[in-house]
Protein backbone atom coordinates (compact mmCIF):
# COMPACT_ATOMS: atom_id res chain seq x y z
CA UNK A 1 0.00 0.00 0.00
CA UNK A 2 2.73 2.39 0.97
CA UNK A 3 4.21 1.73 -2.39
CA UNK A 4 1.47 2.12 -4.42
CA UNK A 5 0.71 5.37 -2.75
CA UNK A 6 4.18 6.52 -3.39
CA UNK A 7 4.15 5.74 -7.24
CA UNK A 8 0.95 7.85 -7.12
CA UNK A 9 1.64 11.17 -4.95
CA UNK A 10 5.34 11.53 -6.02
CA UNK A 11 5.37 12.97 -8.93
CA UNK A 12 2.29 15.72 -7.71
CA UNK A 13 4.68 16.28 -4.88
CA UNK A 14 7.80 16.94 -7.33
CA UNK A 15 5.48 19.35 -9.23
CA UNK A 16 4.15 20.84 -6.55
CA UNK A 17 7.61 21.76 -4.47
CA UNK A 18 10.19 21.38 -6.66
CA UNK A 19 13.02 19.41 -6.98
CA UNK A 20 14.86 21.65 -4.14
CA UNK A 21 12.09 21.21 -1.46
CA UNK A 22 11.47 17.71 -2.13
CA UNK A 23 15.01 16.61 -1.61
CA UNK A 24 15.21 18.50 1.39
CA UNK A 25 11.20 16.76 2.45
CA UNK A 26 13.19 13.40 1.63
CA UNK A 27 15.45 14.21 4.12
CA UNK A 28 12.70 14.70 6.51
CA UNK A 29 11.24 11.57 5.40
CA UNK A 30 14.13 10.21 6.94
CA UNK A 31 14.27 11.64 10.02
CA UNK A 32 10.45 11.08 10.95
CA UNK A 33 10.68 7.58 9.41
CA UNK A 34 14.06 5.94 10.26
CA UNK A 35 15.53 7.44 13.34
CA UNK A 36 13.84 5.40 15.94
CA UNK A 37 17.71 4.48 16.17
CA UNK A 38 18.13 6.97 18.62
CA UNK A 39 16.23 4.74 21.37
CA UNK A 40 20.15 3.66 21.47
CA UNK A 41 18.76 -0.68 20.81
CA UNK A 42 16.53 -0.90 23.81
CA UNK A 43 13.14 -0.99 21.51
CA UNK A 44 14.75 -4.85 19.91
CA UNK A 45 15.84 -5.70 23.55
CA UNK A 46 12.55 -4.92 24.22
CA UNK A 47 11.02 -7.57 22.08
CA UNK A 48 13.44 -10.12 22.75
CA UNK A 49 13.63 -9.76 26.45
CA UNK A 50 9.58 -9.85 26.62
CA UNK A 51 9.36 -12.37 23.76
CA UNK A 52 11.40 -14.75 26.39
CA UNK A 53 9.01 -13.74 29.35
CA UNK A 54 6.27 -15.21 27.66
CA UNK A 55 7.94 -18.61 26.74
CA UNK A 56 8.89 -18.78 29.84
CA UNK A 57 5.25 -17.89 31.36
CA UNK A 58 6.08 -14.80 33.20
CA UNK A 59 3.79 -12.39 32.07
CA UNK A 60 3.52 -10.42 34.94
CA UNK A 61 7.25 -9.11 34.80
CA UNK A 62 6.12 -7.70 31.80
CA UNK A 63 4.57 -4.20 32.99
CA UNK A 64 8.10 -3.69 34.57
CA UNK A 65 10.30 -4.35 32.01
CA UNK A 66 8.09 -2.35 29.27
CA UNK A 67 7.56 1.02 31.46
CA UNK A 68 11.37 0.69 32.72
CA UNK A 69 12.25 0.70 28.55
CA UNK A 70 9.61 3.46 27.91
CA UNK A 71 11.65 6.12 30.32
CA UNK A 72 14.98 4.64 29.45
CA UNK A 73 13.80 5.97 25.70
CA UNK A 74 12.03 9.26 26.48
CA UNK A 75 15.48 10.20 28.41
CA UNK A 76 17.65 9.11 25.41
CA UNK A 77 15.90 10.21 22.92
CA UNK A 78 15.38 13.54 24.78
CA UNK A 79 19.43 14.28 24.42
CA UNK A 80 19.36 13.27 21.00
CA UNK A 81 16.83 15.93 20.36
CA UNK A 82 18.65 18.90 22.27
CA UNK A 83 21.76 17.53 20.62
CA UNK A 84 20.17 18.07 16.62
CA UNK A 85 18.50 21.44 17.95
CA UNK A 86 21.71 22.96 18.50
CA UNK A 87 22.94 21.61 15.29
CA UNK A 88 20.37 22.79 13.23
CA UNK A 89 21.61 26.37 12.15
CA UNK A 90 24.76 23.93 11.04
CA UNK A 91 23.54 21.92 9.05
CA UNK A 92 21.17 24.61 7.16
CA UNK A 93 23.16 27.16 6.61
CA UNK A 94 26.94 25.62 6.40
CA UNK A 95 27.10 21.69 5.49
CA UNK A 96 23.95 21.73 3.37
CA UNK A 97 24.15 22.90 -0.42
CA UNK A 98 20.39 24.89 0.37
CA UNK A 99 19.15 28.08 -1.62
CA UNK A 100 19.51 31.12 0.18
CA UNK A 101 15.82 31.88 -0.16
CA UNK A 102 14.78 28.48 1.32
CA UNK A 103 17.18 28.21 4.25
CA UNK A 104 15.01 30.20 7.22
CA UNK A 105 12.05 28.06 6.20
CA UNK A 106 14.18 24.49 5.92
CA UNK A 107 15.91 25.48 9.58
CA UNK A 108 11.97 26.21 11.18
CA UNK A 109 11.36 22.87 9.47
CA UNK A 110 14.37 21.04 11.00
CA UNK A 111 13.74 22.51 14.31
CA UNK A 112 10.57 20.42 14.37
CA UNK A 113 11.82 17.31 13.00
CA UNK A 114 14.07 17.64 16.11
CA UNK A 115 11.03 17.84 17.92
CA UNK A 116 9.31 14.75 16.96
CA UNK A 117 12.64 12.63 17.76
CA UNK A 118 10.98 11.08 20.91
CA UNK A 119 7.80 10.31 19.29
CA UNK A 120 8.86 8.05 16.99
CA UNK A 121 11.80 6.57 19.07
CA UNK A 122 9.50 5.93 21.79
CA UNK A 123 6.81 4.49 18.77
CA UNK A 124 9.66 1.52 17.68
CA UNK A 125 9.23 0.41 21.57
CA UNK A 126 5.73 0.04 21.37
CA UNK A 127 5.63 -1.62 18.01
CA UNK A 128 8.93 -4.19 19.27
CA UNK A 129 5.95 -4.93 22.49
CA UNK A 130 3.28 -6.19 19.79
CA UNK A 131 5.97 -7.63 17.98
CA UNK A 132 7.10 -9.89 20.95
CA UNK A 133 3.25 -10.95 21.19
CA UNK A 134 3.25 -11.53 17.27
CA UNK A 135 0.59 -9.10 16.89
CA UNK A 136 1.45 -9.16 13.51
CA UNK A 137 -2.19 -7.83 12.29
CA UNK A 138 -2.17 -4.88 14.18
CA UNK A 139 1.03 -3.78 13.25
CA UNK A 140 0.42 -4.39 9.62
CA UNK A 141 -2.56 -1.99 9.85
CA UNK A 142 -1.07 0.50 11.63
CA UNK A 143 2.01 0.46 9.06
CA UNK A 144 0.23 0.62 6.43
CA UNK A 145 -2.00 3.98 7.65
CA UNK A 146 1.74 5.64 8.28
CA UNK A 147 2.70 4.43 5.22
CA UNK A 148 0.18 5.92 3.37
CA UNK A 149 -0.21 9.27 5.58
CA UNK A 150 3.68 9.28 4.80
CA UNK A 151 2.76 10.65 1.10
CA UNK A 152 -0.77 11.50 1.28
CA UNK A 153 -0.13 14.55 3.96
CA UNK A 154 2.13 15.94 1.90
CA UNK A 155 -0.04 16.33 -1.05
CA UNK A 156 -3.07 17.68 1.12
CA UNK A 157 -0.54 20.40 2.15
CA UNK A 158 -0.05 21.15 -1.25
CA UNK A 159 -3.54 22.39 -1.15
CA UNK A 160 -2.90 25.44 0.85
CA UNK A 161 0.90 25.99 0.95
CA UNK A 162 4.33 24.73 -0.38
CA UNK A 163 5.94 25.35 3.09
CA UNK A 164 8.42 22.44 3.98
CA UNK A 165 7.33 24.35 7.85
CA UNK A 166 3.63 23.19 7.39
CA UNK A 167 3.91 20.29 5.67
CA UNK A 168 6.65 19.03 8.27
CA UNK A 169 4.17 20.16 11.29
CA UNK A 170 1.63 17.65 9.60
CA UNK A 171 4.08 15.05 9.12
CA UNK A 172 4.50 14.91 13.14
CA UNK A 173 1.62 15.43 14.20
CA UNK A 174 0.67 12.07 11.87
CA UNK A 175 3.30 10.01 13.85
CA UNK A 176 1.81 11.62 17.20
CA UNK A 177 -1.44 9.88 16.03
CA UNK A 178 0.72 6.83 14.94
CA UNK A 179 2.13 6.63 18.75
CA UNK A 180 -1.53 6.51 20.27
CA UNK A 181 -2.51 3.80 18.08
CA UNK A 182 0.20 1.90 19.22
CA UNK A 183 -0.19 2.54 22.98
CA UNK A 184 -3.80 1.69 22.68
CA UNK A 185 -2.85 -1.22 21.48
CA UNK A 186 -0.41 -2.42 23.96
CA UNK A 187 -2.94 -1.28 26.76
CA UNK A 188 -5.30 -3.78 25.52
CA UNK A 189 -2.42 -6.76 25.30
CA UNK A 190 -0.47 -6.62 28.40
CA UNK A 191 -2.25 -6.92 31.44
CA UNK A 192 -2.05 -4.24 34.47
CA UNK A 193 0.45 -2.04 32.18
CA UNK A 194 -2.20 1.08 32.69
CA UNK A 195 -1.84 0.09 36.91
CA UNK A 196 1.93 -0.56 37.34
CA UNK A 197 3.59 2.28 35.81
CA UNK A 198 6.99 2.21 37.89
CA UNK A 199 10.63 2.68 36.71
CA UNK A 200 12.64 -0.34 37.97
CA UNK A 201 16.04 0.22 38.47
CA UNK A 202 17.01 -3.19 38.69
CA UNK A 203 16.39 -4.01 35.02
CA UNK A 204 18.26 -1.14 33.86
CA UNK A 205 21.57 -3.25 33.69
CA UNK A 206 20.07 -6.20 32.06
CA UNK A 207 17.89 -3.85 29.47
CA UNK A 208 21.28 -1.86 29.09
CA UNK A 209 23.65 -4.69 28.70
CA UNK A 210 21.43 -6.53 25.53
CA UNK A 211 20.78 -3.28 24.30
CA UNK A 212 24.80 -2.24 24.14
CA UNK A 213 25.80 -3.84 20.71
CA UNK A 214 21.84 -2.94 19.01
CA UNK A 215 23.29 0.52 20.30
CA UNK A 216 26.44 0.11 17.83
CA UNK A 217 24.06 -1.29 15.30
CA UNK A 218 21.75 1.85 15.74
CA UNK A 219 24.39 4.13 15.70
CA UNK A 220 26.71 2.70 12.66
CA UNK A 221 23.50 1.14 10.59
CA UNK A 222 21.28 4.11 10.00
CA UNK A 223 24.92 6.26 8.79
CA UNK A 224 25.17 3.44 6.47
CA UNK A 225 22.58 3.28 5.10
CA UNK A 226 21.40 7.20 5.03
CA UNK A 227 24.78 8.75 4.63
CA UNK A 228 24.27 8.71 0.71
CA UNK A 229 21.55 11.11 0.16
CA UNK A 230 23.33 13.48 2.85
CA UNK A 231 26.36 13.57 1.15
CA UNK A 232 24.39 14.24 -2.51
CA UNK A 233 22.75 17.38 -0.52
CA UNK A 234 26.11 18.39 1.05
CA UNK A 235 28.53 17.70 -2.12
CA UNK A 236 26.45 18.12 -5.07
CA UNK A 237 22.92 19.85 -4.34
CA UNK A 238 19.49 19.46 -2.70
CA UNK A 239 18.20 18.94 -6.51
CA UNK A 240 20.57 15.96 -6.83
CA UNK A 241 18.59 14.13 -3.75
CA UNK A 242 15.60 14.51 -6.01
CA UNK A 243 16.93 12.52 -8.71
CA UNK A 244 18.36 9.68 -6.17
CA UNK A 245 16.06 9.47 -3.53
CA UNK A 246 13.28 9.13 -5.70
CA UNK A 247 13.89 5.71 -6.88
CA UNK A 248 15.53 4.83 -3.86
CA UNK A 249 11.85 5.97 -1.73
CA UNK A 250 9.97 3.41 -4.24
CA UNK A 251 12.74 0.45 -4.21
CA UNK A 252 12.88 0.16 -0.28
CA UNK A 253 9.44 0.14 0.01
CA UNK A 254 10.00 -3.39 -1.28
CA UNK A 255 11.93 -3.79 2.17
CA UNK A 256 8.62 -3.87 3.91
CA UNK A 257 8.33 -7.53 2.36
CA UNK A 258 11.70 -9.07 4.80
CA UNK A 259 10.80 -6.62 7.24
CA UNK A 260 7.21 -7.85 7.11
CA UNK A 261 8.98 -11.46 7.34
CA UNK A 262 11.57 -10.90 9.97
CA UNK A 263 9.01 -8.96 12.17
CA UNK A 264 7.71 -12.61 12.89
CA UNK A 265 10.93 -14.56 12.94
CA UNK A 266 12.66 -12.28 15.38
CA UNK A 267 11.04 -13.26 18.48
CA UNK A 268 10.62 -16.62 16.89
CA UNK A 269 14.52 -16.71 16.59
CA UNK A 270 14.63 -15.76 20.51
CA UNK A 271 11.74 -17.78 21.57
CA UNK A 272 13.10 -21.22 19.68
CA UNK A 273 16.59 -21.18 19.58
CA UNK A 274 18.21 -22.65 22.44
CA UNK A 275 15.41 -25.14 22.76
CA UNK A 276 14.76 -26.29 18.99
CA UNK A 277 17.03 -25.17 17.24
CA UNK A 278 16.07 -27.27 14.25
CA UNK A 279 12.69 -25.69 14.57
CA UNK A 280 14.95 -21.96 14.40
CA UNK A 281 16.66 -23.56 11.06
CA UNK A 282 13.64 -23.92 9.53
CA UNK A 283 12.28 -20.46 9.77
CA UNK A 284 15.45 -19.31 8.81
CA UNK A 285 15.23 -21.20 5.60
CA UNK A 286 11.90 -20.65 4.61
CA UNK A 287 12.64 -16.77 5.31
CA UNK A 288 15.01 -16.24 3.04
CA UNK A 289 13.25 -18.59 0.40
CA UNK A 290 10.06 -16.50 0.70
CA UNK A 291 11.97 -13.36 0.29
CA UNK A 292 13.60 -14.28 -2.83
CA UNK A 293 10.44 -16.13 -4.73
CA UNK A 294 8.52 -12.67 -3.49
CA UNK A 295 11.17 -9.87 -4.23
CA UNK A 296 13.03 -11.59 -7.43
CA UNK A 297 10.48 -11.32 -10.11
CA UNK A 298 9.08 -7.66 -8.50
CA UNK A 299 12.27 -6.50 -9.20
CA UNK A 300 13.80 -8.11 -12.06
CA UNK A 301 10.42 -6.74 -13.79
CA UNK A 302 11.16 -2.93 -12.32
CA UNK A 303 14.76 -3.43 -14.23
CA UNK A 304 13.66 -4.71 -17.60
CA UNK A 305 11.23 -1.98 -17.81
CA UNK A 306 12.55 1.16 -15.65
CA UNK A 307 13.41 4.01 -18.61
CA UNK A 308 10.01 3.47 -19.84
CA UNK A 309 8.64 2.94 -16.30
CA UNK A 310 10.36 6.67 -15.47
CA UNK A 311 8.97 8.08 -18.29
CA UNK A 312 5.31 7.66 -17.79
CA UNK A 313 6.05 8.17 -13.50
CA UNK A 314 8.18 11.17 -13.67
CA UNK A 315 9.11 12.28 -17.22
CA UNK A 316 12.04 12.28 -19.24
CA UNK A 317 14.45 13.88 -16.69
CA UNK A 318 14.69 11.05 -14.93
CA UNK A 319 14.94 9.10 -17.64
CA UNK A 320 18.56 10.49 -18.10
CA UNK A 321 19.54 11.01 -14.56
CA UNK A 322 18.20 8.11 -12.57
CA UNK A 323 17.46 5.14 -14.79
CA UNK A 324 21.00 3.70 -14.07
CA UNK A 325 20.52 4.41 -10.30
CA UNK A 326 16.79 2.59 -10.24
CA UNK A 327 18.87 -0.63 -11.60
CA UNK A 328 21.88 -0.45 -9.48
CA UNK A 329 18.75 0.24 -6.34
CA UNK A 330 16.97 -2.95 -7.92
CA UNK A 331 19.75 -5.16 -7.22
CA UNK A 332 20.60 -3.88 -4.03
CA UNK A 333 17.72 -4.11 -2.23
CA UNK A 334 16.78 -7.66 -3.29
CA UNK A 335 20.17 -8.43 -2.01
CA UNK A 336 19.37 -6.38 1.28
CA UNK A 337 15.94 -8.41 1.53
CA UNK A 338 18.19 -11.78 1.80
CA UNK A 339 20.54 -9.72 4.48
CA UNK A 340 17.89 -9.13 6.66
CA UNK A 341 17.40 -12.38 7.85
CA UNK A 342 20.35 -13.50 9.00
CA UNK A 343 21.00 -10.08 10.83
CA UNK A 344 17.63 -10.92 12.47
CA UNK A 345 18.77 -14.00 13.30
CA UNK A 346 22.05 -12.72 15.41
CA UNK A 347 20.14 -10.05 17.03
CA UNK A 348 17.47 -12.66 18.07
CA UNK A 349 19.49 -15.09 19.64
CA UNK A 350 21.38 -12.78 21.84
CA UNK A 351 24.57 -11.97 19.61
CA UNK A 352 24.37 -8.20 18.54
CA UNK A 353 27.60 -7.82 19.19
CA UNK A 354 28.89 -9.53 15.84
CA UNK A 355 26.51 -7.04 14.01
CA UNK A 356 27.80 -4.32 15.91
CA UNK A 357 31.27 -4.88 14.89
CA UNK A 358 30.75 -5.67 11.34
CA UNK A 359 29.10 -2.69 10.95
CA UNK A 360 31.86 -0.85 13.08
CA UNK A 361 34.21 -1.99 10.55
CA UNK A 362 32.48 -1.16 7.40
CA UNK A 363 32.10 2.30 8.37
CA UNK A 364 34.93 4.32 7.69
CA UNK A 365 35.27 2.50 4.77
CA UNK A 366 32.23 3.21 3.30
CA UNK A 367 32.28 6.78 4.50
CA UNK A 368 35.59 6.85 2.96
CA UNK A 369 34.34 5.64 -0.46
CA UNK A 370 31.02 7.35 -0.48
CA UNK A 371 32.58 10.42 -0.38
CA UNK A 372 35.17 10.24 -2.64
CA UNK A 373 33.25 8.72 -5.44
CA UNK A 374 30.05 11.72 -4.91
CA UNK A 375 32.57 14.05 -5.55
CA UNK A 376 33.71 12.65 -8.90
CA UNK A 377 31.33 10.47 -10.01
CA UNK A 378 27.56 11.69 -8.68
CA UNK A 379 24.33 9.61 -8.01
CA UNK A 380 25.41 7.00 -10.09
CA UNK A 381 28.96 6.32 -8.53
CA UNK A 382 26.80 6.93 -5.01
CA UNK A 383 24.27 3.93 -6.27
CA UNK A 384 27.62 1.53 -7.15
CA UNK A 385 29.46 2.26 -3.56
CA UNK A 386 25.91 1.40 -1.94
CA UNK A 387 25.48 -1.80 -4.54
CA UNK A 388 28.95 -3.07 -3.48
CA UNK A 389 28.60 -2.32 0.42
CA UNK A 390 25.03 -4.37 0.37
CA UNK A 391 26.60 -7.04 -1.11
CA UNK A 392 29.43 -7.33 1.12
CA UNK A 393 27.43 -7.39 4.03
CA UNK A 394 25.34 -9.87 2.96
CA UNK A 395 27.79 -12.37 2.09
CA UNK A 396 29.50 -12.04 5.94
CA UNK A 397 26.09 -12.28 8.00
CA UNK A 398 25.47 -15.37 5.98
CA UNK A 399 28.84 -17.12 6.57
CA UNK A 400 28.59 -16.00 10.14
CA UNK A 401 24.78 -17.34 11.05
CA UNK A 402 26.36 -20.71 9.30
CA UNK A 403 28.40 -21.01 12.80
CA UNK A 404 25.17 -20.90 14.60
CA UNK A 405 22.32 -22.31 12.29
CA UNK A 406 23.39 -25.99 10.25
CA UNK A 407 22.23 -25.09 6.44
CA UNK A 408 24.15 -26.04 3.36
CA UNK A 409 25.11 -23.76 0.15
CA UNK A 410 24.23 -26.50 -1.53
CA UNK A 411 24.31 -26.64 -5.76
CA UNK A 412 20.78 -25.52 -5.76
CA UNK A 413 21.73 -22.23 -4.26
CA UNK A 414 24.57 -22.12 -6.67
CA UNK A 415 22.53 -22.39 -10.01
CA UNK A 416 19.61 -19.73 -8.52
CA UNK A 417 22.51 -17.45 -7.60
CA UNK A 418 23.70 -17.55 -11.20
CA UNK A 419 20.31 -17.34 -12.63
CA UNK A 420 19.53 -14.18 -10.68
CA UNK A 421 22.89 -12.66 -11.79
CA UNK A 422 22.73 -13.56 -15.22
CA UNK A 423 19.19 -12.29 -15.81
CA UNK A 424 19.61 -8.92 -13.45
CA UNK A 425 22.37 -8.03 -15.62
CA UNK A 426 20.56 -8.65 -19.00
CA UNK A 427 18.81 -5.31 -18.96
CA UNK A 428 22.03 -3.17 -18.96
CA UNK A 429 23.00 -4.79 -22.13
CA UNK A 430 19.43 -4.55 -23.99
CA UNK A 431 18.11 -1.93 -25.41
CA UNK A 432 15.48 -2.86 -27.62
CA UNK A 433 11.83 -3.08 -25.82
CA UNK A 434 10.48 -5.41 -27.84
CA UNK A 435 13.65 -8.41 -26.89
CA UNK A 436 13.49 -7.07 -23.58
CA UNK A 437 9.69 -8.41 -23.35
CA UNK A 438 10.96 -11.89 -24.68
CA UNK A 439 13.53 -12.45 -22.53
CA UNK A 440 11.55 -11.02 -19.45
CA UNK A 441 8.66 -13.96 -20.68
CA UNK A 442 11.72 -16.45 -21.24
CA UNK A 443 13.68 -15.58 -17.56
CA UNK A 444 9.61 -16.05 -15.88
CA UNK A 445 9.37 -19.00 -17.31
CA UNK A 446 12.81 -20.21 -15.87
CA UNK A 447 12.29 -18.56 -12.52
CA UNK A 448 9.17 -20.36 -12.26
CA UNK A 449 10.45 -24.01 -13.34
CA UNK A 450 13.07 -23.87 -10.69
CA UNK A 451 11.16 -22.70 -7.75
CA UNK A 452 8.25 -25.19 -8.57
CA UNK A 453 10.47 -28.20 -9.28
CA UNK A 454 13.59 -27.25 -6.65
CA UNK A 455 12.96 -24.98 -3.85
CA UNK A 456 9.56 -25.49 -2.97
CA UNK A 457 8.36 -28.95 -0.92
CA UNK A 458 5.51 -30.51 -1.26
CA UNK A 459 3.43 -29.11 1.39
CA UNK A 460 4.29 -25.42 0.64
CA UNK A 461 3.49 -26.54 -3.08
CA UNK A 462 -0.33 -27.87 -1.43
CA UNK A 463 -0.69 -25.15 0.50
CA UNK A 464 -0.08 -22.93 -3.46
CA UNK A 465 -2.44 -25.15 -4.83
CA UNK A 466 -4.98 -25.29 -2.42
CA UNK A 467 -5.28 -21.38 -2.70
CA UNK A 468 -5.60 -21.28 -6.76
CA UNK A 469 -8.23 -23.54 -6.37
CA UNK A 470 -10.10 -21.37 -3.67
CA UNK A 471 -9.72 -18.50 -6.47
Same mark, same amino acid.
Given at each position: ????????????????????????????????????????????????????????????? /??? @?????? +? =?????? !? &?? %??? #? $????????????????????????????????????????????????????????? /??? @?????? +? =?????? !? &?? %??? #? $???????????????????????????????????????????????????????????? @???????????????????????????????????????????????????????????????????????????????????????????????????????????????????????????????????????????????????????????????????????????????????????????????????????????????????????????????????????????????????????
Amino acid at each position: MPLLFAIVLIPPLIKGLGDERFGILTLAWIVIGYFSFFDFGIARSLTKIIAEKIGLNQSEE /IPG @IFWTSF +F =LIICIS !L &IA %TIG #L $VLLNHYLVYHLFNISKDLQKEVLQAFYILALSIPVVTITAGLRGTLEAYQKFAAISI /IRI @ILGVLT +F =LVPVLC !L &IF %TTS #L $VWIVAFLTLTRIIIFFLYLIQCFKLVDNLKTKIKFDLSLVKPIIKLSSWMTVSNLAGPLI @IYLDRFLIGILISAEAITYYATPYEVMTKLLLIPAAIIGVLFPAFSATYHSDRTFSEKLFNRGVKYSFVIIFPIVLLIMFFTPEGLNIWLGKNFVIESSFVLRILCVGVLVNSLAHLPFSLLQGIGRPDIVGKLQLFELPVFVSLLFIVTKNYGINGVAIVWLFRIIIDAVILFFISKRFLNYKFDYLINVLIGFSIFALSFPFFIENLYARVISIIIFYTVFILIVWNYLLVDEEKNFISSKLKAS
